[in-house]
C-alpha cells in the first residue's frame, strides 16, 4: 500500500518531490496547520489583567521565520449548505512571505489551489473562492499573528493567561485571541452579521496546533484540516505561487 504523501506527491501538477518525509506523530508531535511562522511573545501587564502597554510590550508579539520551507501534508473536511466534502491534501510554505495550499479529492482528483504572497489570495482562473479564507485569515490558519492591513488598534487586553486584541477598519473589526502567548483564534466581523472565523485546537510536543478550522457562518462553509506529516526542504520553484496564471 503506497504511503498518504506519496499519493499526494502523484497529484502535483509541477514535478516536484520532497528529498525526505517524517511521520510527524513519531518525531516531533503534531506540526501546526501548514505551519509557517513560530509566534514570539512576551507582552505582560503587571497585574496579568487589563490592558496592555501599547507601546514596545505590544510590539513584543511578532513573528519568528523557520530556518527552512516547509512541505505538509494533511487531511481535509469541508461543508456547504448541502454539501460535505473530504480528501487529503498538501502545503508548501517558504517565510516569509509566501504558502500554498493544494486540496485533492478522494479519488485525488484536484479540488482547490490556491496561493498567499504577502496580503493576497492567488487563485486559478474561474476558481470558486467561498472556501479560501482573506489573506489575514489564512495567515491565522497557518498559526501566524497577522495585523490587518490599514486597521487601527483599538483593544489590547491580558486577563490571566489570554490576551485579546481588536482591530477595525472600513469593513469591520478583527479579533485575535491568544492562549499562554500562542495563537488560539482569529475573528473578522463585518456588517450584515457577516462572520469568519478561524480556529486552532490542539498541542504537540512543540507548543503547536494540531488543527485548524475556518468558518464562513454567513454563508454556511466550514473547511477543516488536520496535519499528518511535515518537513524541511530546501527550497519550491517560484512558479507554484502563481496558480493564477494558466
Wanted: aromatic letters at 8%.
Amino acid at each position: 500500500m503506497r504511503s498518504h504523501t506519496n499519493r499526494v506527491d502523484d497529484q502535483m501538477d509541477d514535478g516536484y518531490n520532497p528529498p525526505f518525509r517524517v511521520p510527524i506523530r513519531s518525531v516531533i508531535g503534531i506540526a501546526p496547520l501548514m505551519a509557517l511562522l513560530l509566534l514570539g511573545c512576551s507582552t505582560r501587564s503587571e497585574s496579568g489583567r487589563g490592558p496592555i502597554d501599547l507601546g514596545a510590550e505590544l510590539l513584543a508579539l511578532e513573528v519568528r521565520a523557520p530556518e527552512r520551507p516547509l512541505w505538509i501534508t494533511f487531511e481535509w473536511d469541508a461543508r456547504e449548505r448541502e454539501a460535505r466534502y473530504s480528501g487529503q491534501g498538501a502545503a508548501r510554505v517558504e517565510p516569509p512571505r509566501s504558502a500554498r495550499l493544494d486540496l485533492f479529492g478522494p479519488r485525488g482528483e484536484g479540488y482547490l489551489s490556491a496561493a498567499v504572497v504577502d496580503d493576497e489570495v492567488r487563485l486559478p482562473p474561474n476558481a470558486e473562492p467561498g472556501l479560501v479564507p482573506p489573506p489575514t485569515l489564512l495567515w491565522g490558519a497557518l498559526g501566524v499573528f497577522k495585523r490587518p492591513v490599514g486597521a487601527e488598534l483599538v483593544r489590547a487586553e491580558r486577563k490571566g493567561e489570554r490576551i485579546y486584541l481588536e482591530y477595525q477598519d472600513a469593513e469591520g473589526r478583527w479579533y485575535y485571541e491568544f492562549d499562554s502567548e500562542r495563537l488560539k483564534g482569529v475573528e473578522w466581523r463585518g456588517a450584515g452579521n457577516r462572520r469568519k472565523t478561524i480556529e486552532l485546537k490542539g498541542e504537540g510536543p512543540t507548543r503547536l496546533p494540531e488543527e485548524a478550522t475556518y468558518r464562513d457562518w454567513a454563508t454556511f462553509t466550514e473547511l477543516k484540516i488536520r496535519v499528518d506529516q511535515v518537513e524541511e526542504v530546501d527550497s519550491f520553484p517560484p512558479d507554484i505561487w502563481h496558480p493564477d496564471v494558466e
